[in-house]
């Protein structure tokens, strides 16, 4: 396949790795560099399909099945979403990750602590990211990201995700929430340039889950097509985006 330049780890690849960073502990990069290829638009992360993809930030802070939960509504609809979980959480709830591959959706790394990575020294940021979810596209919390960040994730396995739509689901005014007709007023409005091979953002912690049944109906209305759900994952997710 064309696409697959980008690295896939092999069997011996992983053990030399392996190998490598228990000799010597210290070494970085332990992994070969994995330049996102040429052209490469962070904020489409790969998505060259025409399809939207859409994803969901962070963790359902006192609901951590709600993951699974919105992942098995979107598999029902044919539907392949991507998770970016902050791994502190998703540490600690392994099956939340597994469900969700399971079920044929992606999960990507969001760091383990949700930092600003930018703010953090180079020792600090190599941390936040080797700590998150393993795969192979990172989204930088805040999407607040440099040169640095993107060197520091391509020395470590990942391109950079960012996004297309911002729904700002965890804007809204006197601290709440924006409600469910907000956000799919905000999708719905959005340039067809966006949304086209295009990457929305919510978070599960917001009214987004909520949302989504409704922002899928007025995406089809509106004659976009969603990624495909064809069926498990792996943490590899690969460039281009098979949606
Ligand atoms: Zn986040």
Redesign the pocket.
């Known amino acids: 396949m064309p696409g697959s330049r980008k690295r896939a780890r092999s069997p011996l690849t992983s053990a030399l790795a392996a190998l490598v960073l228990a000799l010597v502990p210290t070494a970085v990069p332990a992994t070969a560099t994995a330049a996102a290829p040429a052209g490469y638009d962070h904020q489409r992360c790969g998505n060259t399909s025409g399809r939207v993809l859409l994803t969901l930030?962070?963790w359902s802070y006192g609901d951590d099945d709600r993951a699974v939960t919105v992942g098995r509504s979107l598999q029902r609809r044919g539907i392949r979403a991507a998770f970016?979980l902050?791994n502190s959480y998703a540490s600690r709830y392994p099956k939340v990750a597994a469900a969700l591959h399971t079920q044929g959706h992606w999960v990507g790394n969001?760091t383990y602590s949700?930092p600003h990575l930018r703010q953090l020294s180079e020792r600090e940021a190599r941390a936040e990211i080797r700590g998150g979810v393993d795969s192979t596209l990172l989204?930088p919390?805040?999407g607040d990201f440099g040169d640095r960040e993107t060197r520091l994730a391509e020395e470590l396995g990942y391109r950079i995700c960012t996004w297309t739509v911002d729904t700002r689901d965890w804007e809204g005014p006197d601290g709440t929430f924006p409600g469910t007709a907000a956000l799919r007023a905000t999708v719905r409005d959005a340039p067809a340039a966006d949304k086209r091979s295009g990457v929305i953002l919510g978070?599960l912690f917001s009214h987004f889950p909520e949302a989504l049944p409704g922002i899928v109906d007025d995406l089809r209305d509106q004659g976009y097509r969603l990624c495909r759900n064809t069926g498990p994952t792996t943490h590899v997710i690969p460039y281009p985006l098979n949606c």
């Open positions: 930030d962070d970016f902050v969001h949700h989204r919390p805040y978070h």
